[in-house]
């Protein structure tokens, strides 16, 4: 199953869609059968959480439901609330033949609100300084667990997206380089995991303006999807709707800016066209900052 969040126009409310070939159908009465939730809020998003007992009624009702062609609307983050973005470190071929590994480097961090979709764009808050994009397969998890063995992660994994990493670069810590609003682009919608035969055999292609900026395969990962699952629970607890991005070789990253039109393919889970816009530039002064002191 394609499932998207989507709007007819800006001032609408986003609604749930199924996506059949090139059209989708409306869904959103089956959150209607979501179980009432008070404060303090489960962990996780709950839509991804109760979506193995949703997908019948969806299925009813996408059948029933005119379809709009997924060309004529905004298609936004398919996942509501992510929880936590997770970014592998290191985990390509070339990486490995330097001397690193993902297993030593650990994880990088994304906040959420950098969480976008293709009708948002990208905006180069800064747009003084460099930002990379960085295409990868996001994984998104559809159960609670820790300490999860890679024999058995694909069983806690709701499905996958496409994923542009964008990565403000400087010298701050990589968190906050990658956290600015907009750049956690996820899309077009969540495919299911069963609609995945391997998700470590998928070819993908990033184009900025029609030239070609990443052409991979997940082949080359060196921590394939369940491995990235174990790695993850192997520190911290999963919970529906976190989102860990597979990481990016460092061959193909790249600068984009304001004017820019990304294209991002992937096998099996569709393809986004996402704008790249410029925002207003730093506000907070640099200049005269003295540097920190330190006692004798």
């Avoid at 810590?173 to 600015?180: I, L, V, Y």
Wanted: proline share 8%; hydrophobic share 40%; charged share 20%.
């Amino acid at each position: 199953m394609k499932i998207c969040r989507y709007q007819t126009r800006p001032d609408e409310p986003v609604r749930v869609g199924v996506v059949r070939g090139d059209m989708v159908h409306d869904v959103t009465a089956v959150t209607d059968t979501l179980p009432d939730v008070r404060w303090p809020y489960p962990a996780g998003d709950q839509f991804i959480a109760n979506l193995e007992t949703l997908r019948p009624l969806m299925e009813d009702l996408a059948g029933n439901a005119p379809g709009i062609p997924v060309a004529d609307v905004l298609l936004r983050n398919p996942v509501a609330n992510p929880g936590k973005f997770l970014c592998g470190a290191g985990n390509f071929e070339e990486v490995l033949a330097m001397g690193g590994h993902p297993r030593r480097l650990g994880l990088l961090f994304k906040m959420t609100n950098a969480a976008a979709g293709e009708a948002d764009g990208v905006t180069l808050r800064w747009p003084e300084r460099t930002t990379f994009h960085e295409m990868e397969i996001a994984i998104v998890i559809g159960r609670q667990g820790t300490e999860i063995p890679a024999s058995e992660a694909l069983d806690y994994v709701a499905g996958y997206c496409i994923g542009l990493d964008m990565t403000m670069q400087g010298s701050e810590f990589p968190s906050f380089g990658k956290s600015f609003d907009t750049y956690g682009v996820m899309g077009p919608w969540l495919t299911t995991r069963d609609e995945i035969a391997d998700p470590d055999a998928l070819d993908f292609v990033l184009k900025v303006n029609g030239e070609d900026r990443q052409v991979d395969s997940t082949r080359r990962l060196v921590l394939g999807i369940a491995d990235l699952v174990e790695h993850a629970a192997s520190v911290m607890t999963l919970y529906p709707g976190d989102v860990i991005f597979s990481g990016t070789p460092p061959r193909s990253v790249g600068p984009v800016v304001a004017g820019d039109t990304m294209h991002a393919w992937m096998e099996g889970l569709g393809e986004m066209t996402v704008a790249v816009s410029g925002g207003p530039g730093r506000k907070t002064p640099l200049d005269g900052m003295e540097p920190a002191k330190t006692s004798a």
